[in-house]
């Protein structure tokens, strides 16, 4: 505990009372906290006032970018309007109405998503997906298939951190210690085609074997005992994963056979980030299951949500007269001010066009990286949809020999851009850096990124050809 008269810095208030996400303890210890005090666009700055460009748009999430004053504006006015009320028990409150009839619209009229018919309201991606979780569950046991439990979710995916989705959590470093995955959470294989492609397999070859492992899983566990498949529809925090040609139809096709209920994560993909307004409209999926967050709000306030299909609903609604009150929820489900914040946050993506922004910008940001580093022997692929991108690292280009992953090459990557300037993520499940900047993004900041991160790969090359051998 400290106190002002002991007159201690930011950096050591915070060493002493803060327990950080994803942070080693022992070196936040060592080395203290980046304290951000500002930003505007694509830039932030810390308290000593160094600026970065910020390509991570926080977590994958301020898509608008910073210092949106017209957000804080609609949060005040709801505030001082009501400031807060439950949705418990059949009330409610204008702006979240109107939040989620808004994006109902956008999937039926921007994502051929018309079967999209009910909206659950949360605070995280991960309460979204335990929300999931737990319905997929509700829903078979008002069906009377109370043995239906299980989901299949996918090596290498992130679906949150909470129980239920810290299970579904593909990553081992998030399992680790945590007794994860609990049981009735399965894992098939990852669909990323450049790592994990076999000598001579195309991509026709490669989806179909991985189409052939989860059939095979199925098979296994025996289809009436599972619930649900949970996919992101581009792998964020993976490795930007995108998924191989015909994967999504194949599997949509197999879990209809099935009676399998399909979930689409797109926390990170919904609202523009893939240059789409859902990925569900970019790869034609038909979820019986959305997840939204972040991009809802570019996370100016914390805001899920569980969109479910009619085939849900009227189950749901039919089993009403006898099952009573649906008991689940949040005492911030269905919050005002979320809901008016999401509401000016669409608002400016439509008025500035950012859906289009993000196609043109991350097609240029993907053209200028290859073309950059295109030469360099430790890049091996650079790819991404919309303002999604990532550049991957090898220890040899020429036979696909990755590095060695206790080596984290692309960590000394990421810290040698930082120095530069250029703030960006080092990803968890594989030697990859990933490129999600605000939708806002310019030419002119691109080039500027580029360029930088290209001086940060240059003054790491002494270290990369050591860890390659």
């Not at 080693?24 to 210890?29: C, N, R, V």
Request: contains cysteine; hydrophobic residues 40%; aromatic residues 8%.
């Amino acid at each position: 505990m400290t106190s002002a008269a002991q007159n201690y810095s930011l950096e050591e208030m915070d060493r002493q009372s803060l327990i950080h996400p994803a942070t080693s303890i022992a070196d936040h210890l060592k080395n203290g906290p980046t304290i951000i005090s500002g930003g505007s666009g694509v830039r932030v700055k810390d308290r000593h006032g160094r600026e970065l460009i910020d390509c991570g748009a926080g977590l994958w999430c301020v898509n608008i970018g910073y210092g949106r004053a017209e957000l804080g504006e609609a949060a005040a006015q709801a505030m001082r309007d009501l400031g807060y009320y439950h949705t418990f028990g059949s009330h409610s409150n204008e702006p979240i109405i109107r939040l989620a009839d808004r994006v109902l619209s956008l999937f039926r009229e921007k994502a051929g998503a018309g079967h999209l018919s009910k909206m659950f309201f949360g605070t995280s991606g991960s309460d979204a997906n335990d929300t999931n979780f737990k319905l997929v569950r509700y829903y078979n046991n008002l069906l009377g298939r109370p043995q239906k439990k299980k989901v299949i979710s996918r090596l290498g995916s992130y679906h949150g951190l909470t129980y239920a989705a810290g299970s579904l959590t593909g990553l081992a470093a998030f399992h680790k210690a945590f007794d994860l995955p609990i049981e009735g959470v399965l894992h098939t294989s990852c669909p990323h085609f450049y790592r994990f492609a076999e000598s001579g397999e195309d991509e026709e070859a490669f989806t179909a074997r991985m189409v052939g492992d989860l059939e095979a899983l199925i098979a296994r566990e025996g289809a009436e005992t599972i619930a649900a498949f949970i996919a992101e529809p581009i792998m964020g925090t993976g490795g930007v994963f995108l998924p191989p040609k015909g994967y999504f139809d194949r599997v949509q096709e197999l879990l209809a056979e099935h009676d399998i209920l399909f979930i689409a994560d797109e926390v990170i993909t919904g609202f523009g980030r893939t240059g789409a307004w859902f990925a569900t409209g970019l790869f034609d999926l038909k979820p019986d299951i959305v997840t939204l967050a972040k991009g809802i709000t570019s996370a100016y306030f914390p805001l899920s949500a569980s969109v479910i299909s009619e085939k849900i609903w009227e189950v749901l609604r039919d089993a009403s007269p006898e099952m009573g009150p649906l008991m689940h929820g949040f005492t911030y489900s269905g919050h005002p001010v979320g809901g008016a914040v999401g509401l000016a946050n669409l608002d400016i993506m439509e008025r500035e066009g950012l859906i289009e922004n993000s196609a043109a910008m991350g097609a240029y940001l993907r053209t200028q990286l290859a073309e950059r580093l295109g030469d360099n022997p430790f890049v091996g692929d650079v790819r991404g949809a919309g303002l999604m991108v990532a550049v991957e690292f090898v220890a040899d280009k020429q036979s696909r020999r990755f590095f060695d992953p206790q080596t984290q090459p692309h960590r000394i990557v990421a810290r040698k851009a930082l120095e530069e300037g250029v703030q960006l993520r080092a990803l968890p499940y594989g030697e990859i850096n990933s490129f999600s900047p605000p939708l806002c993004i310019t030419r002119s900041e691109i080039d500027e990124v580029v360029e930088r991160f290209a001086h940060g790969l240059e003054r790491s090359m002494p270290e990369l050809r050591q860890l390659a051998r």
